[in-house]
C-alpha cells in the first residue's frame, strides 16, 4: 500500500526544541510558566489583540468566551451552522439555546441577512440573543464588517470563532479581533500546533484577566485554598506554550506553503467543468488551512464527491467532506435554525484535500493524478 498523505499534520519546524529544551532544563514542567507568558505576548503581538490567554483548547477559550458574556441556562445564543460541534458545544455547557444560522455563498460563513431574519424572529418570540459567533471555516474570513453591522445594530457581542484562521485577514485586520473576543485553536491539524491547545483573544483586558483566573481552578488570593466561584482547569502548560512559541516562528512560512498547496489545486482543475475552489473576496486574505473543492455531479459526468473521496481512501489518501451543519447533527435536532440551504449544498458536494505545509511535491502531485484519473 502507498504511504499515508495525511489531510493536514503536525510541522515543526526545529525551534520548538530549542524551547522544550528550557523549560525541561528549567524544570518548569507544569502549567503555566514563562513560556505561557511568552506565548500569549507572541499571540497578541501578531493578531494585534491586546491581550491574549493560552488555554488547552479552542473549545475551552470558547466556553470562558460565553462566561465573560453572563450566558446562562436558558439563554439563547447565535451560532453558525456549518462548523465543527466544538464551537456550539459549549453554549450547551452553559445550559443555553443554539440559535444556528446558516452560511452565505461568498465565504461559506455566517449570512448576515439570515442573521438579521434570526434576531428579529428570537426579539419576537421574546429572546434576546446574549452572543453571536460567527466561524472563519477553513481559513476564509466571515463577512465580518456586515455581522459587526447586525451586531452593533441590537448591542449583541461577537466571539469570533477563530481556530481554522490564524493568520487570515480581511484589508489587514487579523481574524479573532474584529469581534469582543476571538478563539483561537492549535490542536495538532491547525496551521500551527501546541500538541493540544488554543487560545482567547481580545482588547479587553478585564475579560483575559478572568478568563485566566477561572481557568485556573478560580483560586481566591489566599495563603491556602480557597474557591469563592466554580473555575476550570483550563490552562495550557509551559511544555505546550514552548512548543507553541517555536511554532509561531514558522508561522507564516506555514500559510505560505499551504497558500501554495492551494493555488496548485486551483491550477489543476481549473479546466474541469463541476470542479471549483473558494475564491477570496476582494480585501480578504485566507489562511488555507485546507484547500477545498466542491464537486457538481451535473458538469463531472455523474462524478460526486463521495467517488472522490472513496478513490483517495483506496490510494491511503485522507480526505473528507466538508463540515456537517450543527442544524443537521442528532444532538442539535431540536434547535432553532435559520437555514438557505447553502450549507446542506456544500456538505453534500464538498470534499476537503490534504493541505498540510509538510505536504511534499510527490504527495501533492499523486492527489492531483488521483482526482485527474476519476474526473476523466
Known sequence: MNTKIWLSSPHMGGAEQKYVNEAFDTNWIAPLGPHVNGFEQDLANYTGS?????????????????????????????????????????IAYQGAIPIFVDSEEMTWNMCPDLLRDAIRDRIGKGKMPKAIIPVHLYGMPAQMDKILAVANEYGIPVIEDAAEALGSSVNGKEAGTFGNMGVLSFNGNKIITTSGGGALISDNEDYINK??????????????????EIGYNYRMSNVCAAIGRGQMEVLDKHIALRRKNWERYQDAFKNFKGISLLEEPEGYHSNRWLSTIVVDSAYTGGVTREDIRLELEKD???????????????????????????????????LCLPSGSNLGEDELRRVIQKITKVLL
Open 211 to 228: 478568563s485566566r483566573f477561572l481557568a485556573t481552578q478560580a483560586r481566591d488570593a489566599a495563603p491556602h485554598y480557597q474557591h469563592s
Open 50 to 90: 491586546r491581550h491574549a490567554a493560552a488555554l488547552s483548547s479552542g473549545t475551552a477559550a470558547l466556553h470562558l468566551a460565553l462566561i465573560m458574556l453572563g450566558v446562562k441556562a436558558g439563554d439563547e445564543v447565535i451560532c453558525q451552522s456549518m462548523t465543527f460541534s466544538a464551537s456550539a458545544n459549549p
Open 316 to 350: 491511503n489518501v485522507e480526505s473528507r467532506p466538508l463540515w456537517k451543519p450543527m442544524h443537521m447533527q442528532p444532538v442539535f435536532k431540536d434547535a432553532p435554525s435559520y437555514t438557505n440551504g447553502v450549507s446542506e449544498k456544500l456538505f453534500s458536494k464538498g
